[in-house]
């Protein structure tokens, strides 16, 4: 197995990539909050098929978390991500601290007009230009030639896709599929705070999204029938609430009430005190 490089400087990293850059290597970034799983890998997995050298970022970023959110909670288990990155053949691990981000005269962040007044920016205001912000910096710094982002946080895939547009950053976004656990929950850091209880009734969210895809095949068109059925499939399971279901445009994320092309649903429900999030595009 090659060795890793393990980076928690700005200068650092912008050093280490400067030298990547001038021995002609191209360079993929996957950013993520740590507590690695196979969604991650996947990214990994993506990034090397694009690119010469492998960069994983591990930064529990805090200006993308609400009050009251889970940033103190979040999981953590370095060792592990470091023996799976390793595994996945990545060349660094940039983990920095978040002084060195961001430092106490911290001013500045970027922000998005429309896309986060949807989905999840509706509940979690702040969350999109905490996440702007955070990839913006992390480009700066890695340099990458593509970045790797899981099409699980649509919202958030969309978002930068458009502010590496907006902005003409020179970085490839590319965007991977969601990977499932063997009973099709969405792999998330987050399923670790779940106890076998919530976790059936964390399963409601995929049965809600497979109902609307046998819907779809049916012929139903409005959305409202197919919101309406999934409302009713995740509220039958105890101790859920209901963030958003909502049926919409894949690129302006705009309420879709009558199907005639693709559409992304996209729903948020907490189970118990946990926050999960799922989609899936309907072809009609
Ligand atoms: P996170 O560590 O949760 O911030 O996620 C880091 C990256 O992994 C983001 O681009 C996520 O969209 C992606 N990701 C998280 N879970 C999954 C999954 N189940 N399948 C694919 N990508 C994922």
Do not use: W
Not at 11 to 30: C, N, P, V
Not at 60 to 65: D, E
Request: aromatic share 6%; net charge positive.
């Amino acid at each position: 197995m090659k060795s890793i490089k393990i980076i928690n400087t700005v200068k650092e990293m912008q050093k280490h990539s400067d030298l990547m850059i001038r021995q002609g290597k191209s360079i993929a970034l996957i950013p993520t909050m740590g507590f690695l799983h196979e969604g991650h890998l996947s990214l990994m997995q993506e990034g090397a098929r694009h690119a010469d050298h492998l960069v994983v970022s591990i930064f529990v970023n805090p200006t993308q978390f609400g009050q009251g959110e889970d940033l103190e909670a979040y999981p953590k288990n370095f060792n592990r991500d470091m023996e799976l990155c390793k595994k996945e053949g990545v060349d660094v691990i940039f983990k920095p601290d978040t002084p060195e981000l961001y430092p106490e005269n911290f001013q500045t962040y970027i922000t998005l007009e429309n896309l986060p007044n949807h989905l999840c920016g509706l509940s979690r205001p702040v969350h999109f230009k905490g996440v702007a912000t955070i990839v913006t910096k992390l480009f700066n710094i890695v340099k990458p030639d593509i970045a790797i982002f899981g099409q699980k946080d649509f919202q958030q895939l969309a978002v930068i896709k458009q502010m590496v547009s907006d902005l003409h950053m020179p970085v490839k976004v590319i965007g991977a599929p969601i990977i499932r656990e063997a009973d099709g929950l969405a792999m998330s850091s987050r399923n670790t705070y779940l106890t076998p209880e919530k976790r059936s009734a964390a399963l409601s969210l995929l049965e809600s999204l497979n109902n609307a895809k046998q819907l779809i095949k049916d012929g139903v068109t409005d959305s409202n029938i197919i919101i309406k059925k999934a409302t009713d499939i995740v509220k039958s399971h105890g101790d859920t609430k209901i963030d958003y279901i909502s049926i919409c445009d894949p690129e302006t994320l705009e309420n879709v009430r009558n199907i005639k092309k693709p559409v992304l649903m996209a729903m948020a429900v907490k189970v118990g005190k946990t926050r999960l999030i799922d989609n899936i595009i309907l072809i009609p």
